[in-house]
C-alpha cells in the first residue's frame, strides 16, 4: 500500500501562509494526490487533489515534487476557520483512499 | 442542503444489540462508501458500491457488519450484536466516477457508542 507521511500537528498565525508536508516516497505513477481537512464534529471535506502539475483552487494551492516523492499544501493566508485536521492520502484503484493520522492545524490569532 | 446526509446522528446501545445506520448519498452519485473512524485516528475504509453493486469490502468488515444498497440510491449499514470496540464515528461519503480519479463528499456521520 502507497503510504503518506505527515507531521502530527502545526501552528500558524492568522492572515498568514501555512505550507503543510507531506512525503510520499512510494507512489505510484497512477496514484493521484488528494488533500482532505476535518473540521471538529464534521466529515472530511476535499480540499484539492493532483497527479503532476501543480493545482491552485479557491482554497488552497498544491505544490508537487518533481519526483512526486512529496507535496505540500499551502493555505495562503489562514484564518481560524482553517483550523482541522488535514489528511494528505495517496488515491488509487479510483475509489479506496486510506487515511493516515493526517496534521492537526492549529491556528493563533 | 443537497449535501450527504445520515442518519442517526448518534446512537447510543448497550452491547449486544443490532443498530442500523442510514446514508443517503448526492443524488447524481453513483458511488457511496462507508468509513469508520475512532478518536485521534483518520477514517477507515469499510467497503464501497458502484450503483447497488458492493465492489469492495476491507478486512475490517467482520461477519457482524453488512452494508447494502438496494436500489442504487441510499445505503444502510447494519452492525449485529455490538461489541463496546465497534464505538466509532461511521462516516459516508458519495462521489461520481466520471473522471480519473472521484472526490469524495462526506456527511456529517455517525456517532455509535455501545455500553
Known amino acids: 500500500d502507497a503510504k503518506t507521511t505527515q507531521p502530527n500537528s502545526m501552528e500558524s498565525n492568522e492572515e498568514e501562509p501555512v505550507h503543510l508536508p507531506c512525503n510520499h516516497s512510494t507512489i505510484s505513477g497512477t496514484d493521484y494526490i488528494h488533500w482532505y481537512r476535518q473540521l471538529p464534529s464534521q466529515g472530511p471535506e476535499y480540499v484539492i487533489h493532483?497527479?503532476?502539475s501543480n493545482v491552485n483552487n479557491r482554497m488552497a494551492s498544491l505544490a508537487i515534487a518533481e519526483d512526486r516523492k512529496s507535496s505540500t499544501l499551502i493555505l495562503h493566508r489562514a484564518t481560524l476557520r482553517d483550523a482541522a485536521v488535514y489528511y494528505c492520502?495517496?488515491?488509487?484503484?479510483?475509489?479506496?483512499?486510506?487515511f493516515g493520522a493526517g496534521t492537526r492545524l492549529t491556528v493563533k490569532p | 442542503d443537497t449535501g450527504v446526509s445520515q442518519d442517526p446522528r448518534h446512537k447510543i446501545t448497550k452491547r449486544g444489540q443490532n443498530v442500523t445506520f442510514r446514508c443517503d448519498p448526492i443524488?447524481?452519485?453513483?458511488?457511496l462508501y462507508w468509513y469508520r473512524q475512532t478518536l485521534g485516528q483518520g477514517p477507515e475504509f469499510l467497503t464501497y458500491?458502484?450503483?447497488?453493486?458492493?465492489?469492495?469490502k476491507s478486512r475490517l468488515l467482520s461477519d457482524r457488519f453488512s452494508a447494502e444498497r438496494p436500489k442504487g440510491s441510499f445505503s444502510t449499514l447494519e452492525i449485529q450484536r455490538t461489541e463496546q470496540g465497534d464505538s466509532a464515528m461511521y462516516l459516508c461519503?458519495?462521489?461520481?466516477?466520471?473522471?480519473?480519479?472521484?472526490?469524495?463528499?462526506f456527511g456529517p456521520g455517525t456517532r455509535l457508542t455501545v455500553l
Open positions: 443524488s447524481e452519485h453513483n458511488r
Open positions: 492520502i495517496l488515491m488509487y484503484n479510483n475509489n479506496d483512499m486510506r
Open positions: 461519503a458519495s462521489s461520481f466516477s466520471g473522471g480519473s480519479t472521484d472526490t469524495q463528499y
Open positions: 493532483g497527479l503532476t
Open positions: 458500491f458502484q450503483n447497488e453493486a458492493q465492489l469492495e
